[in-house]
């Protein structure tokens, strides 16, 4: 038997070497160029789609005693690891075709990642905590500075192993909520709470925004110490300024919104979980489901080949002035929204 496959092994080389002595090693090196580059084009397509969202079922693992602020925890988790183990992994980090060569998905990462910090933030410094004196949890101390890692980090560490931890942290803490033995954990479903992370929120959907319109260039009024007589700045400036985003920065920002809007969707309807007595209290419920109904929007399917950049009523389509639209409405539906909290 042994010497049977032996015999098999050396005919399979006196083959190939024959093979390649008949054909010389640039045609050789040409074929092998042209499979790989087949192979990284294929991939590099096939990554480039972005995931659906997670199923809104929260907090599966422990569905039995699922508790208040399971639901938000359980979203932040899902998103997070949705974003480690989607195709081809987390790209934002890679030096190596065809990742490296890719900026439409690392753009969308940038923009999920963006919202996971913020909301990570909130669940540190104002879910989880009574009041301005009190301490904050013990594993949510140590999630979030990890998910505030450098994006780009590929080795020593590994940007995706921070992210891995910090997602542990977040499992364990879940854990926690729904342990009596453990009262030190919790989660404080207030009003006031869920402004402070809508407040975030609304801040970072008016840059998006911002940035989105600017993709055409316009003049604008600079407004930046409007009505208040007594406002100064660092450094003066123009009273009109034209901003305009550079034109191979315009897809990037497109996709950052993108992704900033596919995350902020899922929290969103995790909110409306745990929340929805306090929304319910402040027949605010149907204001959260119109924003979450805008931002629907935004993930709509994408038929161009590319992100167009058209005037705004030119003859070619504009995909960030429509991205802006969206993510201008929603940020409206969050300014009343956390009008409509603060009031008793």
Known sequence: MKQRLMDAIAGIKEALQD??????????????????????????????F?????????????????VVGSATTSALIDVAELLLDKPGGFLSNDITPPGVLMDNMPSWE???????????????????????????????????????????????????SEYRAAIRYLKAYRSRLSDVDQPDAQFYARADNLRYWLSVVESRLGSLSQRLS????RPRVNTDLANDPSARQSTPSSSDQRVKTPWMDIDNVFYEARGSAWALLHFLKA?????????DNKNATVSLRQIIRELEG????????????????????NHSLV??????????????????????
């Not at 640039?26 to 084009?41: E, P, T």
């Not at 600017?214 to 260039?217: E, F, K, Q």
């Open 323 to 344: 991205m802006a639209s969206y993510i201008s409405r929603a940020n409206a539906a969050i300014i009343d929204l956390r009008d409509l909290l603060s009031k008793g």
């Open 110 to 160: 940038y923009g999920v990642l963006m919202q996971v910090r913020d909301l990570s933030r909130a669940l540190r410094e104002s879910y989880s905590r009574s009041q301005s004196q009190s301490q904050e949890d013990k594993d949510l101390a140590k999630a979030e500075p990890r998910f505030n890692f450098s994006s780009n980090s590929w080795a020593v560490p590994a940007s995706e």
């Open 19 to 48: 093979w390649l002595g008949n054909r010389n090693v640039a045609h050789i090196a040409g074929i092998a160029g042209g499979l790989y580059l087949l192979l990284v084009c294929g991939l590099g397509i096939y990554w480039s």
């Open 271 to 279: 909110a409306e979980v745990d929340f929805a007595d306090v929304l």
């Open 214 to 217: 600017a993709s055409v260039g």
């Open 50 to 66: 972005t995931p659906e969202l997670p199923a809104t079922q929260f907090d599966r693992d422990n569905s039995r005693s699922a």
């Open 298 to 317: 935004t993930q709509q399917a994408i038929y161009s080949p590319m992100i167009l950049n058209g005037s705004g009523f030119g003859l070619l389509a």
